[in-house]
């Protein structure tokens, strides 16, 4: 096999430290050696180990992203040396002989003989957006597991105020909350605070409020009514900064949103996950793949065993699944008809994968070309094959016992 990198250089992470593996020509014309040595992982050692490998003249350094503790080294290195992050699934050693040093040893053999691919690391600004946009969704988790917690302390209380109104967190339902908890128990006058459409509902609403509701009751929504604001103002906060680390992509952005169910929120996040460039990505099939939204591949001897989608960039594909199920839903778009077309023979949950990856691969094409999005239309399917769909309404008609006789219109 070719040796494409003589001196090579591979690590093996953990918390603590780095067993660092270099590979340089023996004595001999075509051996090599392989030295490993320790290093700490704090930020005074790491650049004690960049001098070290300057000073091997390594060409190549090539680590494994475990974890988070891959940073620290990466981020220091890779202004000044050649450094490749690489995948651990794609690296793995041999069964029976995995050790921290011999994992080291293998991947400097790798990466000797170029048979690594590095890992999309993105550029600083874009990891500054990932870090806020990845923030925001954890605390959005966050603060509807609160809403979670707080409704169903509710019925301990026999207020079934959710079964009510569409929302525990709306403006009618926290005017009823906050009265609670400072002592009101009328459920006359607590459904009197109800506002707008929902003055509609106050019978049911006084029904839904008369329960046992207690002081503990009221300490305890109190504390649960704190949290969801604490996790509210902090969205708020990383909404703001995120608008502004936004600004030298904001005509990326303005372009994403143009695809039926991508919201600004959405697009935010594809930016942050795939840096806006697609020159990273070679084919919109490589970031489909990357992503984690189309079929995997395990097959032998001619034989199928599994195409389950691959694990992906969870941040990226929750975003594109709320963005498919919007645009299923959306009138007279062709993201629509594709969900109901697929959803009618492969069922909704593969039918919104199918969505997720048509929306990446628009994706792809925009950003690669600088154009926006343009909707084919909800009646594509049946211009694009009107026989077909011809056939199938009257195999519908005639399925409902009707005797259908095609008579074309004149033109």
């Known amino acids: 096999m070719d040796v494409v990198h003589e001196r090579a250089a591979g690590m093996d992470i953990s918390k603590r430290d780095a067993k660092v593996a270099i ?33 091997q003249r390594v060409t190549t350094v090539v680590m494994e992203a475990t974890s988070d503790y891959w940073k620290p080294f ?33 991947l400097a053999q790798l990466a000797a003989h170029g048979l690594l691919r590095a890992s999309f690391v993105p550029p600083e600004p874009v990891r500054q957006l990932r870090d806020l946009t990845r923030a925001r969704a954890i605390a959005v988790r966050d603060r509807t597991r609160h809403v979670q917690r707080l409704e169903k302390f509710l019925e301990s209380s026999g207020i079934k105020l959710s079964s009510v109104v569409s929302g525990l967190t709306g403006a009618s339902s926290r005017a009823m909350l906050d009265a609670l908890v400072s002592g009101e128990r009328d459920p006359q006058m ?29 300490r305890m929504v109190g504390e649960y009514l704190t949290q969801i604001d604490t996790a509210t103002a902090m969205i708020d906060r990383l909404t703001e900064w995120i608008e502004e680390a936004i600004a030298p992509f904001r005509s990326v952005r303005d372009a994403l949103i143009t695809i039926p169910g991508v919201s600004v929120s959405v697009a935010d996040v594809i930016i942050a996950e795939t840096g806006g460039d697609m020159g990273v990505f070679e084919t919109p099939g490589r970031l489909a793949s990357w992503a984690g939204v189309c079929p995997g591949q395990n097959e032998s ?24 199920l919007s645009a299923s839903r959306s009138k007279g778009t062709y993201l629509a008809a594709r969900y109901r077309r697929i959803a009618s023979r492969r069922g909704p949950i593969k039918a919104v994968v199918a969505i997720e990856h048509t929306i990446l691969i628009a994706v792809w094409h925009m950003l690669r070309n600088g154009e926006v999005y343009a909707d084919p239309g909800g009646d594509f399917y049946t211009r694009t094959a009107p026989d077909k769909t011809k056939n199938k309404a009257i195999r519908q008609l005639e399925n409902l016992g009707y005797e259908v006789v095609i008579t074309p219109v004149a033109a």
């Open 23 to 55: 590979r340089v020509p023996g004595k001999r014309a075509g051996t090599f050696t392989t030295s490993v040595t320790t290093w700490g992982a704090t930020t005074g050692q790491v650049l004690e180990l960049i001098e070290f490998l300057h000073a």
């Open 74 to 106: 990466y981020f220091l290195m890779e202004d000044t040396l050649p450094v490749m992050l690489v995948n651990a699934r794609q690296a793995r050693n041999i069964p029976g002989r995995k050790t921290d040093v011999s994992d080291a040893a293998w």
């Open 190 to 218: 607590l459904a009197g605070l109800a506002k707008g459409t929902l003055r509609n509902k106050i019978p049911q609403l006084i029904d839904a409020l008369q329960g046992r509701f207690t002081e503990h009751h009221a």
């Open 301 to 324: 001897a001619g034989r199928v065993k599994s195409s389950q989608t691959r694990p992906g960039d969870k941040y990226l594909k929750a975003a594109l699944g709320v963005a498919a």
